[in-house]
């Protein structure tokens, strides 16, 4: 209990006889459920809909769909993880991943290795830019980022004539592959989504720098105090999470071999949604790339069972989501509350 | 406070009007003055509620799903007379912030989370209400709303100076006004000091979502439709940023009712300027980015750097 400061050992001094056995050992179950939260719910409700829904839900194409569906998604919420963890918010990553779609397929006419640099440029660009503003000119990440959102989309609307003009990328173009080859049946982006995660994952857990990004989270003041390069660290975390949702429209483009500026809308809130649900706190300081994982999976497989319902509209799915969202935060708010008991 | 902070907007403001009274042509006409007005109105009269949530270090997220429901209810309720519809859309705002509210005040679930997933089940729900359609309103009373002018202003952007300077008043003048700004300032020191803090947060989102209700009743009224899947959308965006823009910080402890007009109509304005000159879409938006970083960053809080 001692060593986790970040979870109120206020309360266990105030009052001592929470520190007994019995309650120390709820605490750690409590502790655990919390950050496993988003695991154990996804795992209940994979059981359950394999047990409803039988062959329909519980495939091994399905479950493919499912991956491949979350590798978007998956790639954007692990930037937006680190910035969360991080103290911040980064509101401009659905423009990005539009921005990026666009620039690929407008990219391929000159080659492949134009279609993958000039977005991933592009978007680690105006990544870097948030980082910049953020970080060095100490404005509001909220409102950075969301000037971000608007300039970016402006971008991508300016390059493809008001989106009018919706490019695609020749068939036979390398970059194709990133979206559409696979490895022993695994396509690709669910490997480079898997990939980043496992990177982002020993990042946070092991390396210097995940330490110092939940210290920035956790007390700036103390962070600053501890000697760590603040500002740099922002830029950092800013302009990686561009890059990862540049590649994320790179992916996206070459699964669907064009760039359409309209995509992504709302993303933003969607990884935000999965972050969260992944019980990264949104105060800072806490938080867990697994957690992360099992956040988008989640989502995905719920949008995947609401299709397989059929009778729902899709109206009816937005209500599902957004009350679903309701529950699983209220369920994780009165885990760590318990936890201080 | 730094004399930017306090005047950049009314400056940059004056600027605009400056510049489009010499390089825009048909400006300075009591029309086009009426229609910016008009347009505005919306967007407007959120970031007044918006303003007041943002005052206690809050967020809502959700006002433009609450636009969605109430256009929604307004088009269901209007077979029992409109006075009826208009009360009914009303208390679906209401709800709406009831649950924000609770979830935020009693629950102490993060602002842009709980508001967050109104914004997502709001919009459902609308949808669900109005069956996905569009739905065409022929109604009288709702037609005075939408286009009778007083004296040569339209009711619309009356409606809207009456709400701001309630609001106005309510920030200024009475006990609720000063809880917001101190539990903004500081929730932990408010709670000691014996400030009311859950009854005031849920009084804040509360505003906001009638408000936001508010606006979308106008909405419609102006439209002669309700149009579930697309009123509001986004404008929870530029009603945070006409806040921010009016100088009211992110971090709350401050509210300001003629900053967040003035931003408002700044966000209005530059709009039109670059739609008059034949800039396209795609440019405009990055225009406005870069406008919104400029305000912010002369409006840095010195302290921390």
């Not at chain 1, 695994?186 to 480079?192: E, S």
Request: aromatic letters at 4%.
């Amino acid at each position: 209990m001692s060593g986790d400061t970040r979870l109120g050992t206020i309360t266990a001094a105030e009052e001592p006889w929470s520190l007994d056995r019995a309650a120390t050992r709820r605490e750690r179950v409590a502790a655990q459920l919390q950050r496993g939260g988003a695991g154990l719910v996804l795992i209940v409700t994979v059981i359950v809909a394999s047990i409803v829904f039988g062959s329909r839900f519980a495939s091994v194409d399905n479950f493919l769909n499912i991956l491949e569906a979350s590798s978007f998604l998956g790639l954007v919420a692990l930037g937006m993880t680190f910035i969360i963890i991080g103290g911040g918010i980064d509101l401009s990553v659905g423009s990005l991943l539009a921005l990026s779609a666009v620039l690929t397929a407008y990219g391929s006419q000159y080659g492949s290795a134009a279609a993958i640099l000039l977005p991933l440029g592009v978007c680690g660009a105006i990544g870097l830019a948030n980082g910049i503003l953020i970080g060095r000119a100490r404005m509001q990440p909220f409102i950075v980022t969301l000037a971000a959102l608007l300039f970016a989309r402006g971008l991508a609307f300016a390059v493809s004539d008001e989106g009018n003009i919706i490019f695609r990328i020749a068939s036979g173009e390398p970059v194709l592959a990133l979206g559409q080859a696979a490895v022993i049946g695994i396509r690709i982006p669910i490997l480079i989504a898997g990939l980043a995660f496992l990177v982002g994952w020993v990042v946070l857990e092991r390396a210097r720098y995940g330490g110092g990004v939940a210290a920035i989270g956790g007390s700036e003041d103390a962070a600053r105090l501890m000697g760590l390069p603040i500002a740099r660290m922002k830029v950092v975390m800013y302009a990686v999470s561009g890059l990862l949702a540049g590649l994320a429209g790179v992916l996206v483009a070459a699964r669907s071999s064009s760039g359409q500026s309209t995509i992504g809308v709302g993303l933003e809130l969607q990884a935000i949604a999965a972050v969260v649900i992944g019980g990264t706190l949104l105060s800072g300081g806490l938080g867990s790339i697994p957690g992360t994982l099992a956040g988008v999976l989640l989502l995905n497989v719920i949008n995947n069972v609401i299709n397989q319902v059929g009778t729902l509209s899709s109206y009816t799915q937005q209500v599902v989501s957004g009350v679903f969202l309701i529950i699983v935060v209220l369920v994780q708010r009165s885990l760590a509350r318990r936890q201080r008991l | 406070m730094a004399w930017t902070t306090r005047n950049g907007v009314y400056v940059a403001l004056i600027v605009l009007i400056a510049f489009n009274l010499v390089a825009t042509r048909g400006f300075a006409t009591v029309d086009n003055a009426r229609l910016q007005l008009v347009q505005v109105v919306p967007v407007a009269i959120i970031a007044l509620g918006m303003a007041v949530v943002i005052g206690t270090r809050g967020i809502d997220l959700s006002v433009g799903s609450v636009m969605a429901i109430s256009s929604a209810l307004l088009a269901l309720y209007l077979g029992y007379g409109a006075v009826v519809a208009i009360a009914v859309a009303l208390v679906g705002g209401l709800l709406v912030g009831l649950v924000n509210g609770v979830l935020i005040a009693r629950f102490g679930i993060q602002p842009i989370v709980a508001t967050l997933a109104l914004l997502v089940g709001g919009r459902g729900l609308a949808l669900v209400i109005a069956n996905g359609r569009l739905t065409e309103i022929f109604d009288p009373t709702l037609g005075i709303i939408g286009s009778a002018r007083v004296g040569g202003v339209p009711l619309v952007v009356l409606v809207a100076v009456a709400i701001a300077v309630v609001v106005a008043v309510l920030i200024t003048r009475t006990t609720f006004g000063r809880y917001v700004v101190a539990i903004g300032g500081n929730p932990e020191a408010s709670a000691l000091a014996g400030v009311p803090v859950r009854r005031v947060i849920l009084g804040a989102y509360v505003l906001c979502a009638v408000l936001a209700a508010v606006a979308g009743i106008i909405q419609t009224a102006r439209l002669s439709a309700a149009d579930p899947s697309f009123v509001g959308n986004l404008i929870e965006l530029s009603a945070i940023t006409a806040v921010v823009v009016g100088g009211t910080p992110l971090s709350g402890g401050r509210v300001r009712i003629l900053g967040t007009l003035a931003g408002a109509l700044l966000m209005q304005l530059i709009g039109a300027t670059l739609i008059s000159h034949n800039l396209p879409d795609s440019a405009t938006r990055m225009v406005q980015a870069l406008i919104i970083l400029a305000a912010v960053f002369v409006q840095r809080d010195r302290a921390l750097s």
